[in-house]
């Protein structure tokens, strides 16, 4: 990603250059300089950014699978004391019968 930012910076500042032929002056030369300079700073930072939105969205997935699995098991748990529920109930009305 941050490989092609940067020839898209190049491309963009021999294309300028280009364009302007064999009458640039030293000057010109000078500002297309500062622009690639912060476009490339910019991509920098786009990637920074990035990176830490990724991290992130890593951070999130790790805790959304901790909380499907405390949801599992709590679904396990929960099914289980059913169980019981239901066999104790039955024990019950077999006693009064």
């Known amino acids: 990603m941050r490989e092609l930012l940067l ?4 491309v963009g500042a021999l294309g300028a250059s280009a364009m302007l032929g064999g009458c640039a002056t030293v000057e010109d030369v000078k500002h297309a300089q500062a622009t690639a300079d ?3 700073s910019a991509a920098n930072q786009a990637q920074q950014t990035a990176s830490a939105a990724q991290s992130s969205a ?3 997935m790790s805790a959304a699978q901790a909380a499907q699995q405390s949801a599992d098991k709590a679904n396990t748990d929960i099914a289980a004391l ?3 529920v239901q066999d104790l109930s039955k024990r019950r009305v077999a006693e009064r019968d």
């Not at 020839?7 to 190049?10: D, E, G, N």
């Open 38 to 40: 912060q476009a490339l």
């Open 58 to 60: 890593q951070s999130a």
């Open 7 to 10: 020839k898209s910076v190049f």
């Open 82 to 84: 059913s169980t019981q």
